[in-house]
Nanobody, 126 residues
Framework: QVQLVESGGGSVQTGDSLRLSCTSS????????LAWFRQGPGKEREFVAA????????YYADSMRGRFTISRDNAKNTVYLQMNSLKPEDTAVYYC???????????????????WGQGTQVTVSS
């Protein structure tokens, strides 16, 4: 059973930065592709970023590209999401997700991922 635990959320001002972390236990971390999704108030869950098992490939939603960076440290069983130039519309609960192997062409689809963390709240005020 894969367990994912997010941390690093909080309340910040427009333009600030945050780094989210998601730590895994109970698995060989490097066997899993990982992703971040978010769900804002009254909105559906949306894709943020994904990273392949070997870190070679990264993917971003268009609205996050250039502001957010996904990375992973397989030795620490941790995936990160560095978020810069935060905006009020980035306010959401952020979730990390894992799928054994990879999501292939569907890396941005939440249904691809088998394991989810509990989420961490990010609130950006203007």
């Amino acid at each position: 059973q894969v367990q994912l635990v997010e941390s690093g959320g909080g309340s910040v001002q427009t333009g600030d930065s945050l780094r989210l972390s998601c730590t895994s236990s109970g698995t060989t971390f490097s066997d899993y592709a990982l992703a971040w999704f978010r769900q804002g108030p009254g909105k559906e869950r949306e894709f943020v970023a994904a990273i392949s098992r070997n870190t070679i490939s990264t993917y971003y939603a268009d609205s996050m590209r250039g502001r957010f960076t996904i990375s992973r440290d397989n030795a620490k069983n941790t995936v990160y999401l560095q978020m810069n130039s935060l905006k009020p519309e980035d306010t959401a609960v952020y979730y990390c997700a894992a799928v054994h192997g990879g999501g292939g062409s569907y890396y941005n689809e939440p249904t691809v991922y088998d394991y989810w963390g509990q989420g961490t709240q990010v609130t950006v005020s203007s």
